[in-house]
């Protein structure tokens, strides 16, 4: 059995999205490969097709995904998200006299 990561030593966290599952067997399946990794702490929920993985910076999440696929499954990692600002909320606005009301 190996040793699961404190809390304190737990770098990075992600949520795979899981495909391939039929049922509540094949989560526990995915589950157990992704736990059997030095450093790894992992839940995989069936019904929400996700995977809460917990891992120490020495993996690389490229591994975790080869582990779903290995045993049998797709996985992805989550998009990035990006924050895209308006253009117009980067010019500073005048202070008006007006009522918020706009009479």
Known sequence: MTPTPTDSQV???VELAVTGMTCAS???R???KLNKLDGVTATVNYATEKA???FVADISPDLLLTTV????YAATLPPRRVLRVPRRSLVPRRASTRC???W
């Open 30 to 32: 995915i589950e157990r």
């Open 69 to 72: 696929e290995e045993a049998g």
């Open 52 to 54: 809460k993985v917990s």
């Open 100 to 102: 918020c009301s706009g």
């Open 26 to 28: 094949c989560a526990n």
């Open 11 to 13: 770098d990075q966290q």
